[in-house]
């Protein structure tokens, strides 16, 4: 599991809410994944997009969508998700009973599993469930808002799912303050695949940022 390409993935929380399909456009070929923050201003104070508008944006571009439901009920709105054509789904470990049901749900309706944790949860409890998903989401902030300052104390949750995952294939993302003078620490810590908002689409040239980002990550990971 050494080596594994870095993925990178902008949020489109920072970017044009009225323009998507161009945001979108303007980065497709340097990125991996569109990472959707779908908040409900009940899980977390913000609000955002929803199902509708993962629906328009999946017919609107062909990169993966990797939707991040920061909802409450999970259990109740993910699947719609996975039915909408997502790439990839994570919920979060604290909105729901049984991630692991959700997750079996989820691979049945299409999608890949992912499950998220926020700046207060303990990694531990979880660790075993790692067969189970494809991608494990650790926060580097408090959830909710783009253009937070990344918490560098959050990487040893990183550093134990590394140290978990054996020869699983399940992708170690974070979230929140990744930029291109945090996306090496995060790298080394063992993270795979990168968020990063306002450091792509902040930037005048969001592409390139993102390209830049790519090959920070890829320099310290080797
Ligand atoms: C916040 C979201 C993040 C956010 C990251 O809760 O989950 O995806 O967009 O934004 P930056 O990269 O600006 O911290
Ligand atoms: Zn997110």
């Not at 993935?9 to 070929?29: G, Q, W, Y």
């Not at 300052?149 to 054996?166: M, N, Q, T, W």
Request: glycine content about 6%.
């Amino acid at each position: 599991m050494e080596h594994i390409e870095p993925l990178i993935a902008p949020s489109m929380l920072a970017a044009d809410f009225a323009r998507l399909a161009d945001e979108a456009a303007a980065v497709a070929d340097a990125v991996d994944w569109l990472h959707v923050d779908v908040m409900d201003n009940h899980f977390v104070p913000n609000l955002t997009i929803g199902l509708p508008v993962v629906e328009s944006l999946r017919r609107a571009t062909d990169v993966p969508l990797d939707c991040h439901l920061m909802i409450d009920d999970p259990d109740r709105w993910a699947i719609g998700y996975a039915e909408a054509g997502a790439y990839n789904v994570s919920f979060h470990a604290e909105a729901t009973d049984d991630p692991v049901a959700l997750a079996r749900r989820l691979r049945a309706a299409g999608s890949k599993a992912g499950l998220a944790i926020d700046r207060d949860t303990l990694i531990e409890p979880y660790l075993d469930l790692l067969p189970e998903f494809d991608t494990l989401l650790v926060m580097t902030i408090k959830a909710g808002f783009g253009g937070q300052r990344f918490l560098p104390e959050l990487l040893d949750k990183v550093r134990a799912v590394k140290a978990a995952r054996g020869d699983l294939s399940v992708r170690i993302e974070v979230d929140g303050g990744i930029n291109a003078d945090t996306i090496e620490q995060a790298a080394q810590a063992g993270a795979d695949a990168f968020v990063a908002g306002t450091a792509i689409y902040g930037a005048d040239d969001p592409a390139a940022a993102a390209r830049a980002l790519r090959e920070r990550a890829r320099a310290a990971a080797s």
